[in-house]
């Protein structure tokens, strides 16, 4: 399969701009046409209800997708370089180049999000690409795996299923870049494998237990925010999918001043959002499977917070109840690891600089959420703090905002995901440079000065000199 | 020069990551004061470092003047310069559906970063990543090749000189200490050098999930077209080829010609070689030495054992160190020069029957960090561009490209995972950390359509919405009248789901 997939794309059938855009806009058409029946295999994957299918993960990947259509000419032509008096005369300009044959692994969390938008990327860019979805959602899976060669040419993305086994296979076969979502643990195997071949690797991954990566995604309140609106969309932000988002708000930060108004928000917001209890509406996604189920349950015996809703787990039907945790601790259980599920721990602080310092003793997470309308308070949060994205007063909804880079840092992982930044991680910029037999002068030694370092800035006529001052040794920039 | 102890290097990055976390780095301002040292620390210094080229390589000053300190200077400025702009934030290109959001991207510092130079350019590759990553807001630690010590004492001394030892510092030594520095959690890993450490680094920083930048070699071939003008061609290749000693990543490692050709670009080349040293380089000392015996006695491996037939030069003496420029023709594919990057001054010829044999030849082996090509025939440049994959292409010349204002980075073999110069290399050391702000106004404007439970019909209209259009399928064969009526039916499908009460996707 990966011998085929290289030397179909040392056929050069992908260079075609024309063919590219053929197999994107099939790529579009084959979830278009086919959205009851993967609505209806998530439903089974993960008891997802459609509607949440339909808007979050279908419509998001066909934006995606069509997005790559419509910019696949300008992604993909060469760029010339900004002008410069010494180099115009080389034409220097970028190609932008497919790196060849890929591989795409996918989570279980969006099985289809996750896989085809990188798929799409990956196209747009002239590879060709193995994909393996996740085995944790079978029907999925048989799903793509089904529908892909009927839409696309056979020739230039293939599926490849298993289970640990065959991803160890592929993973000893040299890529020319490897795009995996999913967690750290597995995400230090994939890098250490690639490492053989010196093959490029994107990441987005989510903490682990094995690996005590703690970059868990917070949000901070403000006391001052409008908490109704917050607690609605951090509530359901957190039930969305079941908490199996990498972007789930995890856990919440809140003076303790202003914690029992913020739960009461909360549970109004839950209520309002679920009238119904989701075991019987079915409104809410469930755990992937039983072992994840397990692991929640483990997590909420352990706990020693105080449960404010919720708390029933039924493992049997992979069923974890919303819950909201008040007074819990720094060190408590649902503070090791990701939670991925549907409980959200409210971890009272003194105040905002005591938030910034609890979300700094972690790792770098996904995301931060900051619910507040206050600009300095924001601006404090976000200039304190690091993380792969930002988003204020709502959740979620930063992946699917047109032209943003969506990519982790640190243990969230490296590269971008999404738009152009997708398609970048897909391509090698490749200069070309074109010397006119006249530009030997140049580089004649008397022809060429050193560069003459700035001393003076010729609109102030100032002299900058940097020194170290002070007792405590800091550096100054003085004028004179 | 002295190893940094082992037990320090672990105070070394923590040091550097208080530095970071303290927020000083933050500051443009600061960012910029500190690149201005960089370049006071290069340009007050100058005779200095081509003296330690010299101890290190035995580089011409001349030649260490016009490349090394020239370029790097060129470097130091152009981040110096730029610093603000690069750093700035960006907004996200207009969208009617996102921009209530105000979507920015922030260019933020990735953290405490490592850059491991090596010892063939060991001021450019170390303080242009150096600048960079200055610039991008980082603390680093820096790792100079050992095989240079002449060079990397001299930074050693310098840097805590010009630059605020809180947020630069050097750490010296061989394989214990770079291992030490290894097994350390950094934010991004730059290493230039050759691909079997490559490995070594990413294995490490695999453990860590450290992104890393690697900038390797290869074989650059140049590829020659008869019709091209010889004599210029000749004079830039072998320029290319002896600039310090052939010891650089980007020199031209074979030629390759057809066969009918080869006698005439031999002439030519040993007529440039003998134009550019008039004078035995043993004697002139115009050519930069092997940088150690252990690769002086590498080179004298490959050139004994090949079973090409040496034209000029083939002399290589291990005790000084020094190689000779050799030039060897009738090259297979199989000989002793063609198994490894040749990394000395030492040039085969490889006679092919045609283009095509050529660009098979080259498309048989990794890919290279550079294509020469030498030729004034535009459909001869583009054949050879369109079916060759490699870091960067120069066509024409030699060694120049990496000055120019575009990205340059390998690709499979030859490297990965950023680029150098100018902007890219600034964003080899950035995260872009977008923002967006969620107006309330959202939920009310069809956004409130997403919570559960789900209203049937406003949920529909947020769908449509949201959802895109599709162009017909066999869009290519409509035609451009013929896709503008299926846009405009298209369109008003869309009306009419968003307005309809029947399910979402029949209308």
Request: neutral net charge; contains cysteine.
């Amino acid at each position: 399969m990966h011998g085929d997939l290289r030397t179909a794309f040392k056929s050069g059938k992908t260079r075609s701009l024309a063919f590219r855009k053929e197999q994107l806009l099939q790529l579009c058409y084959l979830l278009e046409d086919n959205h009851e029946r993967f609505a209806q295999a998530f439903r089974i994957d993960l008891g997802r209800p459609s509607e949440e299918s339909e808007l979050v993960e279908l419509t998001g990947t066909l934006t995606e997708l069509k997005d790559a259509y419509d910019n696949v000419e300008k992604w993909a032509s060469p760029e010339k370089a900004p002008f410069s008096w010494l180099w115009f005369a080389m034409s220097p300009r970028t190609r932008k180049e497919p790196k060849g044959t890929v591989l795409i692994i996918g989570p279980f969390n969006y099985p289809v999000y996750l896989i085809f938008c990188p798929l799409a990327a990956a196209i747009a860019a002239g590879n060709t690409v193995l994909l393996k979805p996740s085995e944790l959602c079978e029907a999925t899976a048989l799903l793509i795996t089904e529908l892909l060669p009927q839409y696309l040419d056979p020739e230039i993305v293939s599926v490849v299923n298993g289970g640990v086994h065959e991803t160890t296979k592929v993973l000893e076969l040299p890529f020319d870049h490897i795009l995996y979502t999913g967690n750290g643990h597995v995400g230090r195997i994939i890098c250490a494998a690639a490492a053989k071949h010196l093959t490029p690797v994107t990441l987005e991954v989510r903490p682990d237990l094995y690996t005590r990566d703690t970059g868990k995604t917070p949000c901070v309140i403000d006391p001052e925010c409008d908490m109704k609106t917050a607690a609605k969309r951090l509530m359901w932000g957190k039930l969305l999918n079941g908490g199996q988002v990498c972007l789930s708000p995890d856990y919440v930060l809140v003076p303790a001043t202003s914690q029992d108004a913020f739960i009461s928000a909360l549970k109004a917001a839950y209520y309002e959002l679920h009238p119904v209890n989701p075991r019987k509406s079915g409104l809410m996604a469930r755990m992937v499977n039983t072992r994840h189920t397990m692991r929640v349950k483990r997590l909420l015996d352990d706990s020693r917070a105080t449960i404010v809703i919720g708390g029933e787990v039924d493992i049997e039907a992979c069923y974890v109840a919303p819950t909201i945790l008040r007074d819990v601790a720094r060190d408590d259980a649902f503070m090791s690891e990701e939670i991925f599920g549907p409980i959200l721990p409210v971890i009272p602080v003194k105040d905002v600089d005591e938030a910034i310092a609890f979300i700094n003793e972690g790792d770098r997470p996904l995301s931060i959420y900051i619910f507040s309308s206050n600009a300095s308070f924001k601006a404090k949060v976000i200039d304190n703090t690091q993380s792969g994205t930002v988003l204020i007063n709502d959740t979620i909804t930063q992946i699917l905002v047109h032209g943003l880079p969506f990519g982790g840092i640190g243990p969230s992982g490296h590269g971008y995901t999404t738009g152009k930044y997708a398609f970048d991680q897909f391509t090698h910029l490749r200069a070309v440079a074109d010397s006119p037999n006249w530009s030997v002068s140049h580089l004649s030694p008397t022809a060429t000065r050193r560069p003459d370092v700035p001393r003076v800035n010729p609109w102030t006529g100032l002299t900058p000199h940097c020194c170290l001052r002070g007792t405590h040794r800091t550096w100054c920039v003085t004028y004179s | 020069m002295s190893c940094t102890p082992l037990e320090e290097i672990p105070k070394v990055y923590e040091g550097l990551k208080a530095a970071f976390r303290s927020g000083k780095t933050k500051s443009v301002a600061f960012r910029k004061a500190q690149l201005s040292q960089l370049l006071y620390l290069l340009d007050d210094n100058v005779g200095r470092f081509q003296q330690a080229l010299h101890a290190d390589l035995g580089r011409p000053f001349k030649e260490a003047q016009l490349l090394e300190i020239n370029g790097t200077l060129l470097q130091l400025q152009g981040a110096h310069d730029n610093v603000e702009a690069w750093a700035s934030p960006q907004r996200a290109p207009f969208s009617l559906l996102w921009y209530p959001m105000s979507p920015i991207t922030r260019k933020e510092p990735k953290g405490v970063v490592l850059i491991i130079g090596p010892f063939n350019y060991p001021v450019y590759l170390i303080l242009c990543p150096l600048a960079a990553a200055i610039a991008a807001g980082n603390t680093v630690l820096l790792k100079p090749s050992e095989l240079s010590m002449a060079t990397a004492t001299l930074l050693t001394e310098l840097i805590p000189q010009y630059l605020d030892p809180d947020v630069v510092r050097v750490v010296n030594g061989a394989i214990p200490e770079t291992t030490k520095i290894l097994e350390l959690p950094f934010d991004h890993i730059l290493y230039t050098g050759n691909g079997r450490v490559g490995r070594v680094v990413s294995t490490a920083a695999a453990q860590h999930l450290t992104p890393v930048t690697l900038e390797l070699g290869g074989k650059c071939p140049c590829v020659i077209d008869p019709k091209c003008d010889l004599k210029t061609a000749a004079k830039r290749i072998m320029w290319g080829k002896l600039a310090n000693g052939g010891q650089i990543c980007l020199c031209p490692d074979y030629v390759i010609v057809p066969a009918h050709f080869q006698d005439a670009v031999v002439e030519a080349l040993v007529a440039a070689y003998k134009e550019l040293h008039p004078v035995d380089p043993r004697e002139s000392g115009e050519v930069t030495r092997m940088v150690n015996k252990r690769h002086a006695e590498r080179i004298k491996k490959l050139v004994d054992t090949t079973r090409g037939t040496i034209v000029i030069g083939g002399e290589v003496d291990t005790e000084t160190l020094y190689a000779a420029p050799t030039i060897v023709r009738d090259v297979g594919p199989k000989d002793s020069l063609m198994s490894e990057e040749l990394f000395g001054p030492v040039l085969p010829i490889v006679p092919v029957s045609d283009v095509d044999e050529a660009i098979a030849f080259i498309g048989e082996r990794d890919h290279p960090l550079c294509l020469y090509i030498f030729s004034n025939d535009a459909a001869f440049k583009t054949k050879v561009i369109d079916n060759t994959l490699s870091g960067t292409v120069a066509i024409n010349d030699t060694l120049l490209q990496i000055g120019a204002p575009t990205p340059f980075g390998g690709v499979g073999a030859s490297g990965h995972g950023g680029y150098q110069s100018g902007k890219y290399a600034f964003e080899t050391f950035t995260h872009m950390r977008p923002v967006t702000d969620s107006p309330n106004w959202l939920d009310s404007a069809l956004m409130g359509a997403r919570y559960t439970p789900y209203d049937e019909s406003s949920f529909r209209q947020l769908n449509a919405v949201l959802h895109a259009r599709l162009p017909p399928r066999n869009a290519a064969s409509l035609g451009y009248f013929g896709c503008m009526a299926a846009e405009i039916s298209c369109s008003l499908n869309w009306y009419r789901r968003f307005w309809s009460n029947r399910p979402n996707g029949s209308a």
